[in-house]
């Protein structure tokens, strides 16, 4: 049978290095696109339609005009691919998560204009399907192998793109530490070079590259002497304190260091009054108490920043920075890899 959607993708779980060959046999390393999840079919047959799926299976290729039409007319029938929307912003000159949120958030006939100025593009990372045969068993060094071979065999370029793939580790490094300064690449998918495609399974590790950076605490949860998380802050040019984001649960040593120096805030905090959403995106908000602004936090951030200068993913506490103050702070906007020194 034909796959349809949904399909449950493969996932994959965080690593903070590249896995032992032990854990998955001989390794594949993919470069880790910042952009929206998305599984595409092409009809089986005459009469069909072009189908795209979110991570989460829902319809979205009438978000997604352009990318349907060209499926269409480029691709052939009775395949599956695997891979990452991406927004390319002509003007801004770089990819763009904020046009991709946009994009993903509009249908009929507001969505060709959005593509007009916002072409999307694929890169394809897994076939799933080939020629109306489901391939998913397959281990990944065919299925890479079929996926290059439909690239070459049918000339594909924008909006498709093949995902680069390596199985050298110091390439693989390299990539870690040169191509995540390029927006919209944040890090590798490391993957078994005989491993099936599982769905639904986090068969698959992911390392995003993190550096090191500095922020203001603003709010915590918990209590001020046993602070479970920090809620961060920067000032933008105006001297406003803005909220960029906040860390995982604190560690219980490193939370009884904070509530050493944390002291309630004083009235006419900038942040009062404001809700902190739990998570990026979510509607759920902190139980969060306002602490006195002048102390700053040293924290490990991965690439994953709106332009705005909020942190998509949290951030880890590494230290107290007691030896700077809040003006040596990075201002808003500015991106993880800056440090106040």
């Known amino acids: 049978?034909?796959?349809?959607?949904?399909?449950?993708?493969?996932?994959?779980?965080?690593?903070?290095?590249?896995?032992?060959?032990?854990?998955?046999?001989?390794?594949?390393?993919?470069?880790?696109?910042?952009?929206?999840?998305?599984?595409?079919?092409?009809?089986?047959?005459?009469?069909?339609?072009?189908l795209m799926q979110s991570r989460r299976g829902a319809l979205i290729q009438d978000r997604f005009p352009d990318l349907a039409a060209a499926a269409e007319q480029q691709l052939p029938d009775g395949l599956v691919l695997d891979g990452e929307l991406l927004i390319w912003d002509p003007e801004e000159g770089r990819l763009s998560f904020e046009a991709l949120q946009r994009r993903a958030a509009v249908r009929g006939r507001n969505a060709p204009p959005l593509a007009a100025r916002w072409p999307a593009y694929f890169v394809a990372f897994d076939v799933l399907q080939l020629g109306g045969e489901e391939i998913m068993n397959r281990p990944y060094v065919e299925r890479r192998a079929l996926l290059e071979d439909l690239f070459a065999d049918h000339g594909l370029t924008a909006p498709w793109t093949l995902c680069p793939m390596t199985t050298?580790?110091?390439?693989?490094?390299?990539?870690?530490?040169?191509?995540?300064?390029?927006?919209?690449?944040?890090g590798l998918v490391v993957k078994g070079m005989n491993q099936r495609y599982t769905q639904a399974a986090r068969g698959w590790y992911k390392i995003r590259r993190r550096d090191s950076t500095e922020a203001v605490i603003g709010a915590v949860t918990g209590t001020l002497a046993r602070p479970q998380l920090l809620v961060l802050g920067r000032h933008d040019s105006t001297g406003r304190l803005r909220a960029v984001g906040r860390t995982v649960p604190l560690r219980p040593d490193a939370s009884r260091l904070v509530g050493e120096?944390?002291?309630?805030?004083?009235?006419?905090?900038?942040?009062?009054?404001?809700?902190?959403?739990?998570?990026?995106?979510?509607r759920d908000v902190l139980d969060a108490t306002l602490v006195r602004p002048d102390l700053v936090a040293e924290v490990s951030a991965d690439r994953a920043i709106d332009r705005g200068g909020v942190f998509r993913h949290p951030l880890r506490f590494k230290r107290l920075r007691t030896d700077v103050t809040v003006e040596d702070v990075p201002r808003f906007g500015v991106g993880p890899n800056t440090a106040a020194g």
């Open 168 to 186: 050298d580790l110091a390439t693989a490094r390299e990539w870690l530490e040169t191509w995540t300064d390029v927006s919209g690449v944040e």
């Open 1 to 50: 049978m034909t796959l349809r959607p949904p399909v449950q993708p493969m996932l994959a779980q965080a690593a903070e290095s590249v896995p032992g060959p032990g854990v998955l046999g001989p390794l594949a390393f993919e470069q880790k696109f910042d952009g929206f999840r998305a599984l595409l079919f092409t009809p089986a047959g005459p009469g069909g339609r072009v």
């Open 261 to 282: 120096y944390l002291a309630a805030a004083a009235p006419g905090h900038p942040w009062t009054g404001v809700r902190f959403a739990a998570a990026w995106g979510s």
